[in-house]
């Protein structure tokens, strides 16, 4: 299974940027997909995730900023971006939880790593 993340970039302060992230591989069921990220030296820390059923978990840095939608049928994760700050610099990962063959769930499961530098 893979995991590739696009967007990301560059914004100013008050900017919107979003991110997608599409699966691919032997997937025969989705429990959730999420959002991390991980600014220079810090710990990687949730941003947000959504289940199948279109449950949201959202980091309360993040509430009422950011929005994260699925798309099942495409095996993809979005993150709307808005009102960004500089403290949501940070490399941005991608993670799904989801079931293979012979019914193994698998927890642990990311994508590279999408860049996002919001300038003050």
């Known amino acids: 299974v893979q995991l590739q993340a696009s967007g990301g970039g560059l914004v100013q302060a008050g900017g919107s940027l979003g991110l997608s992230c599409a699966a691919s591989?032997?997937?025969?069921?989705?429990?959730?997909m999420g959002w991390y990220r991980q600014a220079p030296g810090k710990q990687r820390e949730l941003v947000a995730t959504?289940?199948?059923?279109?449950?949201?978990n959202y980091a309360d840095s993040v509430k009422g900023r950011f929005t994260i939608s699925i798309d099942n049928a495409k095996n993809t994760v979005y993150l709307q971006m808005n009102s960004l700050k500089p403290e949501d610099t940070a490399v941005h990962y991608c993670?799904?939880?989801?079931?293979?063959?012979?019914?193994?769930?698998?927890?642990?499961?990311w994508g590279q790593g999408t860049q996002v530098t919001v300038s003050s």
């Open positions: 959504i289940s199948n059923v279109g449950t949201t």
């Open positions: 993670n799904i939880d989801f079931y293979g063959d012979y019914d193994i769930r698998y927890l642990d499961y």
């Open positions: 591989g032997t997937i025969r069921s989705i429990n959730s």
